[in-house]
């Protein structure tokens, strides 16, 4: 299957803006998804970014695509406490979506 | 956005018993659900395709007789853990695309998922 990778965990401090990143493997992926998961609960949609986009911005989170090194990040302006969750990146290609291992974000008051 | 309900939340069973998962599609018709397993700490694991009116597909390793899936209308997909063991024990979550005339993009919702818990 195809390759998503993210760092586990990420710590950063109420106010500060927060950036996560994931690298995946298949060039021909054409959309990439960002998913938010809050403690047993299920994934909720956050965004997402078409292959041909190279930055998206929707209100507090912005998404950048840097298609030839496969790189795809998420920035929260001005974190809050309530964006404490796992936040995993997602490929759709050939009718599947494939997730990374999810980045832990915990945010400090 | 799409709501996708996911039932039950949580169980608990004892070693040997079947449990059904049910996943409803609430507000839109989905030819085509999944079915995902996720250990603690761990990302999701693909496990089945579930097409609706045909037999599932499932991914490599998946033992497609211990969990059956059933996928009967465009807005119900089970999910069936036959004798379940202590090492089945997991959170299951399904999710469900939606079908679409023009797919302009590929939306895939979620439901809250289901903690089993195997005694």
């Known amino acids: 299957g195809e390759d998503v990778e993210q760092s586990l965990f990420l710590s950063v401090r109420e106010g500060d803006s927060s950036v996560i990143n994931c690298t995946y493997t298949?060039?021909?992926?054409?959309?990439l998804y960002w998913y938010k998961q809050e403690p047993g609960a299920g994934l909720q949609l956050l965004t997402y970014?078409?292959?041909?986009?190279d930055m998206k911005q929707d209100q507090r989170l912005t998404v950048l695509l840097n298609k030839k090194d496969k790189h795809l990040s998420l920035r929260i302006a001005d974190t809050q406490t309530g964006d404490s969750a796992i936040y995993f990146c997602?490929?759709?290609?050939?009718?599947?979506?494939?997730f990374g291992s999810g980045t832990k974000l915990n945010v400090k008051p | 956005g799409a709501v996708v309900s996911q039932h039950p939340s949580r169980v608990i069973c004892k070693s040997g018993t079947s449990v059904k998962i049910e996943c409803r599609s609430l507000?839109?018709?989905?030819?085509?659900m999944f079915w995902y397993r996720q250990f603690p700490k761990k990302s999701l694991m693909l496990m089945a395709t579930s097409n609706e009116g045909s037999k599932a597909t499932y991914e490599q390793g998946v033992e497609k007789d211990k969990f059956l899936i059933n996928h009967a209308s465009l807005t119900l997909s089970t999910l069936t853990v036959t004798s379940a063991h202590p090492e089945d024990s997991s959170f299951y979550i399904c999710s469900a695309r939606e079908n679409r005339q023009q797919a302009t993009n590929e939306k895939l919702f979620f439901g809250s998922g289901t903690q089993l818990s195997v005694l």
């Open positions: 507000d839109f018709q989905a030819t085509t």
């Open positions: 298949d060039s021909s992926s054409t959309y």
């Open positions: 997602a490929e759709y290609n050939f009718n599947k979506f494939y």
């Open positions: 970014i078409f292959s041909n986009m």
